[in-house]
C-alpha cells in the first residue's frame, strides 16, 4: 500500500510500504477513507534530522473495516469507524477512568510496527477498545465532521472540561487553529455565555464567530491581556484555553486568567519551564490540562455532529490525494492553509 513517511523535516513522502495484515487476535484491519495532518504533524515535519529510518505520519483517520481477528466482537468488515489519535484496549484501569491515553496496552501510530493513519489503510490494535463504529455511510457528506472526533474535537473539548467550563462562564482560547477553535465549540457545547477568542488570522476567526465567539482579540502580549480585561469588566476569564502550545501563549494565558480562575493548557507544548511562580500563586491560579484522551469524549460528542448542531468539519479548507500530502504539509506549515483533508 502508500502510506506517508517523514525522512527529515520538509521531506515528506509517499511510498510503497508492507500492506496491513492481523498480527494478533485483536488486531482489525481498517481501509482508510479520510485522514488528515494534524498542527502537530508540524513539529517533526519542521525539526526532524535526517534519517534512514522514516517516521511513519498521521495519528487521524476512519474508513472501512477490511477484516478482523478472531476475538473482535464489537466491529465487523464493513463497517465504517473512528479512530483516536492513540490505540487503546478500554478496559484497563486508565481507561476505566477515562484517561485512555495512559492505557497499559496502548500506543501511537506510526510507531513500534503500526501503521500511520496517513496511508490508504493500517493495522488497529486493540480493535474492540480502539475503534467507534459510525452510524453513516463511507460516502456520507457527514464524514468530514466525524473525522474530527479523531483528534481536534476531542482536544478542544478536553480543554473546556478540564478548565472546568460550565453554563454562565467567561472563557478566553488562546489560539485560532483548528484546536482553538474546537475550543470554541467545546466552550459553547458546557454553557458558556461569553468567549473570547485570541487570534489574528481573519479568515479563522470569522470561522470562531459562527462556532460561537462573542468577542475577538487579535492583540497580544499586555496589550491583548488588557483588551479581554476590558471585555470582563476588568477582571479577565474564569476560564482559559490554550491551544497553542508555546511558552508565549502559557504566558498569555497568566495574563488574561481571572483570579480563582483556571488555565487548561492542551497545545503540545514546545517549552520545558512552565512560567508558573509566585504571582500565580498569590492569584490561585489552577494550572490544568494534558493530552486528551479522544476515545473517552467520541460518543459523548457524536451526537451534536448527526444532529447537525454543530459542524467542526468546517475546520477542512484545503482536501489533497494521498499522492500530494507533502504540498499539504506545505500549506499549513505555511499558513496557506487551516487545517489540510487527506483523501486516500
Known sequence: MRATLLYAADDVRVEDVADPKIQNPTDAVVRIVLSCVCGSDLWPYKSLEATDNPRHMGHEFLGVVEE???DVTTVRRGDVVVAPFVYCDNTCAYCREGLHTSCVHGGSWGVDGVDGGQGQAARVPYADGTLVKLPVAEDSELLPDLLTLSDILCTGYHAARTAGVQRGDTVTVIGDGAVGLAG????????AEQIILMGRHRARTDLGRAFGATDVVAERGEEGAARVRELTG???????????GLKDALVQSFGV????????????????DVPFGFPGFLRNITLTGGVAPARAYIEELMPHILDGSIRPGRVFDRTVGLEEVADGYRAMNDRQALKVLVRP
Open 68 to 70: 478482523t481477528g478472531s
Open 184 to 191: 470554541v465549540i467545546s466552550a459553547k457545547l458546557l454553557g
Open 257 to 272: 486568567v481571572r483570579a480563582g480562575g483556571t488555565i487548561s493548557r492542551v497545545g503540545a507544548p514546545q517549552y520545558t
Open 234 to 244: 476588568g477582571e479577565g476569564t474564569r476560564r482559559v484555553l490554550e491551544c497553542v
